[in-house]
């Protein structure tokens, strides 16, 4: 079987990171007329991950302005480090990642560190229903990949 990242042939979204989420959704709301969504909140320490081989707990600020083939993502880091919070810090605002759909995440993790693309952060969705990884593609793209696995549509593993 081959393995390619787009195998639903989508995006999923593209993440802007800010150090003001209002300030970015009006923003962008004025340019698109999209209304505002709703902020999605998990307080500082609140989301444990795996960043660059060290478990952390980090907030962070979120909402996702969805189009009918793709969701535009706005993330305001918390204070601790984390992919989030260190992208921010060194690069400023911009894009963070561009998010694929996985069924497989453990085999398109092995799929992008064959190509050289290491690891940044893993972690659990908020409340479960899934997980999500961050790989390094800056080098290439100017930003990462991100792969995200929903439970409901994972594929059996054996």
């Known amino acids: 079987m081959t393995v390619k990242l787009a195998e ?22 004025g340019l698109t007329g999209k209304q505002i969504p709703s902020i999605n909140q998990t307080p500082e ?30 993330i305001q880091p918390g204070t601790e480090p984390g992919t989030w919070r260190d992208f921010l810090d060194e690069q400023g605002p911009g894009v963070h990642h561009i998010a694929f759909k996985t069924r497989n995440i453990k085999r398109d993790s092995a ?31 100017g930003c990462l990949i991100e792969l995200l696995e929903f439970d409901s549509d994972r594929e059996r593993r054996s």
């Not at 707990?57 to 009918?68: H, I, K, V």
């Open 8 to 29: 639903d042939d989508m995006v999923l979204q593209i993440c802007f990171l800010t150090p003001d989420l209002e300030r970015s959704a009006e923003w962008f709301s």
């Open 45 to 74: 320490g609140g989301a444990p991950a795996t960043y660059q081989g060290e478990r952390i707990r980090t907030g962070f600020r979120q909402l996702l302005f969805e189009f009918g083939n793709i969701a535009i993502e706005f």
């Open 111 to 141: 799929f992008l560190a064959n190509k050289g693309h290491a690891t940044i952060q893993l972690g659990e969705f908020e409340g479960g229903g899934g997980r999500y990884g961050y790989y390094d593609t800056m080098k290439e793209l």
